[in-house]
């Protein structure tokens, strides 16, 4: 896919799960009672809107997810607005009945957590509707395309062998041929490869790796491959029950991964963990979405579950701005039982942002330097 392509199905990729989010947020204020003033798709600057039951609907110029804006999310900032204006008492408390600070704590946070419940809800099902179609299946020899540095295959193999069995045995489906051999790890196993137009035994002693390598792209030879070629086998799910609590529990199980996953990620960004594998940021996401969507349909499907469940673990960690700083802070003024200051908290999400960003860029540097190797 060329770049143009690229760059347009990472941009529509990331619009859906952000507005799935933000109507999360939307949804359950206003089935609380919340005054949303403004439900937008994209950032500003504004292409149009339209008023509709005292929301304002617009479209924007900047194609990066969107947003929604309630009154009263930013603290006192309105209240003080309406009392420059010299409204009466009666007249705020009736202007600000429908403010986000005015609603209990368990409205306000069942607003704050619904966007995360929204990525989670749709990446459950995307997971299901993924479980639920034909599988491909890799069949036939394997043919190495890479070798990575430092690994049993360093040496033995090269790219364009081709792999048509181990220990004297060969192997239907790819999948079962790289479970054996990965079975065999710590003993010696004889690979048997077809190499310019000669067969040859390869010996090698595959190597022990533990799930967070295995997700870091570590396997135990160290090659990458093709498959001969990719049959459609049925899906093991019996009915749509089945698919719902397999993709529910395939969602919980990838959340509870992310966290370690993530602070790995970090560890390694910042020289903490030099063993850590790349993060992957904003172009690195890109790239792959471009790679993907060239896959078949069940790879798009879990891709975009795989996305929308990293987003949903994101937002809920408690750092700000991200929504589950909101909720630390929200829990913080409940049990000072008064608000924090305004200042106070503009400087609190400042900062966060400020971080946030300074890991993005760094996580962007990453990707690009990955780029001009040609990963």
């Known amino acids: 896919m060329d770049v143009i392509g690229t760059v347009a199905a990472f941009l529509a990729v990331l619009v859906v799960l952000v ?41 924007n110029w900047i194609p990066l997810g969107g947003f929604v804006r309630m009154l009263g999310e930013d603290g006192d900032v309105e209240l003080r607005r309406l009392r420059e204006q010299g409204l009466t008492s009666t007249e705020i408390d009736t202007a600000m009945a429908g403010a986000f600070n005015r609603k209990p704590l368990w409205i306000q946070l069942g607003v704050l957590l619904a966007g995360v419940v929204m990525n989670f809800i749709l990446a ?14 890799g069949h036939g020899p394997l043919t190495v395309i890479s070798v990575q540095d430092s690994s049993p295959a ?33 003993f010696l196993v004889d690979l048997s490869v077809q190499r310019g137009g000669d067969e040859v035994t390869v010996s090698l002693i595959p190597r022990s790796v533990t799930r967070e390598e295995r997700q870091r792209g570590i396997g135990p030879v160290g090659f990458s491959y093709e498959p001969d070629r990719l049959v459609e086998e049925p899906s093991t799910v019996e009915g749509p029950l089945d698919a719902v609590g397999r993709g529910t529990t395939a969602a919980a199980t990838l959340a509870v991964q992310i966290p370690g996953g993530l602070a790995e990620a970090v560890g390694g960004l910042l020289g ?98 990955r780029l001009v190797r040609g990963g």
Request: charged residues 20%; without cysteine; hydrophobic residues 50%.
């Open 272 to 369: 903490l963990n030099p063993n850590a594998g790349d993060a992957m940021g904003p172009i690195g996401i890109a790239q792959e979405t471009g790679r993907v969507l060239e896959a078949p349909l069940v790879s798009q499907l879990l891709f975009m579950g795989v996305l929308s469940i990293n987003l949903a673990v994101l937002n809920v960690l408690p750092f700000p701005p991200l929504d589950g700083g909101r909720i630390m802070v929200v829990l913080l003024e409940s049990a000072r039982r008064r608000r924090l200051p305004a200042e106070r908290e503009a400087l609190i999400y400042l900062t966060g942002f400020a971080v946030l960003l300074a890991l993005v860029i760094l996580i962007s540097i990453q990707d690009i330097q």
């Open 154 to 186: 360093e040496g033995r193999l090269a790219e364009g062998d081709v792999i048509l069995g181990a220990d004297g045995r060969t192997f239907e489906r790819s999948a079962d041929l790289t479970e054996y051999v990965a079975g065999r790890a710590g």
């Open 124 to 137: 459950a099902g995307l997971f299901a509707v993924a479980l639920s179609l034909p599988i491909p299946i």
């Open 19 to 59: 507005l799935v989010h933000e109507l999360g947020h939307f949804l359950v204020a206003k089935r609380a009672g919340i005054t949303v003033q403004e439900f937008g798709i994209g950032f500003p600057p504004r292409i149009g809107s339209v008023m509709w039951r005292g929301t304002r609907y617009s479209l």
